[in-house]
């Protein structure tokens, strides 16, 4: 019963032991534990997305009104469940082709940088209840996070640059300002979070690490309590992933594919196992932040459950961003960069003093029920107010355009 | 020991790509070199049970200062160049300079006594720093600066680029 209860902890014991018993030192059996653990956590999720893109591919499929992978032509498992197996062969065995006039040494490490920095993330997401479900419950917490998601950045710019093509190149140069005006909104956002936190779990907690985080959704999941930050960190998200509708790093209409143009077989597959492993650490970091993590039913009594709802939570929001693909038309550059810098920037810049100063106003003593409470009062009030400034400003710009001029949309 | 041999490794790394940022005979290739130095960094601050500062390097001086850095460069005709020269006729007095800096640097390094604290770094050692940052009789006065200072760079790049 007991194993159970919590078997991934309890199969890591039973490793141990295993090899305890076989005449290791127990400091040697630690050590190779944790170089164990750190395999399992680096390893199943670029497992686990083979899966998940044949989930995209499916659901994708579907919203166009196709069938996605199947069986029809040529036999790829029940429901196509084999086609993403098929697809890694194929993308392994297909030639190299180099391009005339790269810089190699920056064109081959780009790829591999983008796969470390997706993989790195997942070492301080929280899996279950207790340190034991976490690779390493940094006191930084989600600030590594934010530090490695930086890493694509460069490697979007040493893609573009050494790829010797002017398409990259114009690519890298709309990565840059996308993914460094994105970055803003996310982490202000992210800061309210961590600004309510320390409320919710008490001052002892350190509100930067991802398990707290979870910990302080105890009563309410912070979806329902901060719904303006969780929807800024959502779309800045979609804008760090270059998912539609912010998808102007490879507007296949403009740039062919943006930084990626020059790359065949393994390490074309590489950007794309990259790009789509960062939606899937936004969703798990969604997951974490705004909907609770691994709480749900019965994870007091059987804590390996929060593995399960932690993984459904993370299908969900890739669901959601699934649906953002495949429905939303990709903006204008201009419209992309005055979404950020004239919506969301001063947006969350606004929340984060309202917020930061009617967290501090509730006394010490709330339950954390009043607390979210007014909280949720004063992110509807915010929002409604940004709704206000933005149909103004509408009413405005429609007054002064000429009658029969078209009406600019963009924030 | 292995303390010992991870600072041995981070030192080698930061300093062999510092070597390379003044040597790469291409200006792409020096900036990449310098991204790597700053990784290094990044490391030895992990070492020194400075997690925060670690993530604050990768974040700030590889995610920000480096994208401006390579910005900078692709606006400039050398990197066009798969070549360019090393030096220029300035070298001499650069050199003059650069050895008069190594020995005082170097002759502060010797002379100072370096303080060593026996009790290791506390799990809370962020708290500490986010209270200190802030707290007035400590160094809330000069971090307010610096955000003014910055506030002021952001409002003059404004003014520099604004169409009149």
Redesign the interface.
Known sequence: MDFLRNAIVEIGLWIEGLLINAGLAEPAADVIMTVVGAFVVGFTPLMIVVFLIWMYRKVSARIGGRMGPNSSGTWAGPWGLVQPIADVIKMFTKEDIRPQGIDVIPYNLAPIIIVVAAVMIWAVMPFGPGAEMVGADLNIGIFYVLAFSSAALIAFLMAGWSSNNKYAVVGAFRAVAQLLGYEIPQLLSILIVVMVVSSFVGPQGNPLSLQSIVEAQEGMIFLVVLPLPALVFWLASLAEINARPFELLEAESELVAGVQIEYSAMKWGMFYVGEFMGSVAVSALFATIFLGGWRGPWVDTAPVLGTVWFLLKILFMLNVWTFFQMTLPRLRIDQMLAFNWKFLVPLSLFAICVIGVVNKLIPEGATSWLRSGILLATNVVILLLAWAVLAIGKRRRELRAPAGAGVEVGA | MTQLVLFVIFGAITLAAAIAVVTAR?L??AV?WL?LAFFGVAGLYVLLEA??F???Q??IY???I??LI??AL?LTRGVMRQQVPLVNDQWALVAVLAVALLAVLSWLFLQHTWPTVDQAVG?????TLGEALVDPGRYGFPFEVASVLLVMALIGAVTIVRER
């Open positions: 291409n792409f290739h990449l991204l997690p925060f670690a993530a604050a990768l974040f590889m995610g920000a480096g994208v390579i910005y692709m799990p809370d050692s962020l708290r």
